[in-house]
């Protein structure tokens, strides 16, 4: 291979400017940085630290269940779908493939009913899921966007951002859809 020249060229700059610092240290000094660097990297150092316990994964596991500076609002949103996923299943909708009629007796987005004076649909049907795998991608989803745009956007944004999305999204599905449930008639 050939590199022109250019290689040695560019040692000779290295080596030039690695003599012009010199005077600048003497070998204890350096000693002593180079020894304040091991101590901090091995205070540092994960590779001997014990793996966490499964308790300590589980309770890892449930911090994004709570609400704490920077990360406020997503454990409530996240609180809030699971406790109406829950309500549901304990009032008696199937938690695997839910019927219209119930959905739509929780809230659902349905054209006949919402287009008739029932508004308030748009807002209720963004803490509905249509079964327990809907609602754990929804929440994987909302966890790991959250974590992201919830200290980038602050509180307030943040939660009118997941409203107006889930409210828009139901405007458009009004719009596409003629029939958002099927009714098992």
Excluded: Q
């Excluded at 316990?53 to 994004?64: C, D, P, R, V, Y």
């Excluded at 309500?87 to 287009?115: C, H, Q, Y």
């Excluded at 909302?142 to 951002?161: D, H, N, Q, S, W």
């Amino acid at each position: 291979m050939v590199d022109f020249g250019k290689n040695k060229k560019n040692v000779n700059k290295l080596i030039s400017a690695i003599e012009e610092l010199k005077p600048d240290f003497n070998i204890e000094e350096l000693e002593l940085k180079y020894e304040a660097l091991t101590l901090v990297a091995d205070e540092e150092d994960d590779l001997t630290l014990e793996p966490a316990t499964a308790t300590e994964n589980f309770k890892g596991f449930l911090s994004i269940f709570v609400p704490r500076n920077g990360y406020f609002i997503t454990p409530i949103l996240l609180n809030l779908n699971l406790l109406i996923f829950i309500l549901m299943v304990l009032l008696g909708v199937n938690p695997f493939n839910p019927d219209g009629e119930s959905l739509i007796r929780w809230g659902a987005n349905f054209k006949p009913v919402t287009t008739a004076g029932e508004p308030w649909r748009l807002l209720t049907n963004c803490f509905l899921h249509i079964g327990i795998l809907h609602l754990l991608m929804n929440m994987y989803a909302l966890v790991f966007i959250g974590v992201i745009l919830e200290p980038y956007l602050g509180k307030t944004r943040f939660v009118a951002a997941y409203l107006l999305a889930g409210v828009g999204a139901s405007v458009a599905s009004l719009w596409w859809h003629d029939m958002t449930i099927r009714l098992n008639r």
